[in-house]
T-cell receptor, first 113, second 112 residues
Framework: DSGVTQTPKHLITATGQRVTLRCSPR?????VYWYQQSLDQGLQFLIQ???????AKGNILERFSAQQFPDLHSELNLSSLELGDSALYFC????????????FGQGTRLTVV | GDSVTQMEGPVTLSEEAFLTINCTYT??????LFWYVQYPGEGLQLLLK?????DKGSNKGFEATYRKETTSFHLEKGSVQVSDSAVYFC???????????FGTGTRLQVFP
């Protein structure tokens, strides 16, 4: 158990809909990272928050957004969903800025139908 | 840009065989290098890391040496077990950046 909790574990939704994925980092970790894992794109960095503020952005679509709350949990919002958004979404956390030792949650599997 | 290239899988071995999974990288600076492992149905776990040239990371019988001259970080294990069956990801992080750049992953299947 990494200490990073992601909910829900599975999500099935229709195209055009909006979903919210939730991540609770390890106790004491200030950085939260979101990654998307798909068969064709591999593991792609989406975005990182550090202590409530956006720190780094990767290959995140404009339809996606994220935030980190004062209690340090984070949410990833995916809107206007398309079939191609079906993937495994991972959250990771680390103590410091810089993902030198990131701990990953078990992921949320999103299926868009 | 910065990237990681891994050998394509699956790698299929018998128990107690020797394992090598190749990983090479391209980076503008001096990255830290990592191997993560993903067991079925689970998230990624850090397996080992090396932060500078010639460092050797090791854990659970796995080893990898940071080779700056060949920009490589190959994963090795002398005797694999069925329980090692998983997907292995090579990754890099540049100094003072906030993201890991992953390779595409290599699936290892070990049969008794």
């Amino acid at each position: 158990d990494s200490g990073v909790t992601q909910t829900p574990k599975h999500l099935i939704t229709a195209t055009g809909q909006r979903v919210t994925l939730r991540c609770s980092p390890r106790s004491g970790d200030l950085s939260v990272y979101w990654y998307q894992q798909s068969l064709d794109q591999g593991l792609q960095f989406l975005i990182q928050y550090y202590n409530g503020e956006e720190r780094a952005k990767g290959n995140i679509l404009e339809r996606f957004s994220a935030q980190q709350f004062p209690d340090l949990h984070s949410e990833l919002n995916l809107s206007s969903l398309e079939l191609g958004d079906s993937a495994l979404y991972f959250c990771a956390s680390s103590v410091l800025q810089g993902a030198t030792e990131a701990f990953f949650g078990q992921g949320t599997r999103l299926t868009v139908v | 840009g910065d990237s990681v290239t891994q050998m394509e899988g699956p790698v299929t071995l018998s128990e107690e065989a020797f394992l090598t999974i190749n990983c090479t990288y391209t980076a503008t600076g001096y990255p830290s290098l990592f191997w993560y492992v993903q067991y079925p149905g689970e998230g990624l776990q850090l397996l080992l890391k090396a932060t500078k040239a010639d460092d050797k990371g090791s854990n659970k019988g796995f080893e990898a040496t940071y080779r700056k001259e060949t920009t490589s970080f190959h994963l090795e294990k002398g005797s694999v077990q069925v329980s090692d069956s998983a997907v292995y990801f090579c990754a890099l992080a540049l100094y003072n950046t906030d993201k890991l750049i992953f390779g595409t992953g290599t699936r290892l299947q070990v049969f008794p």
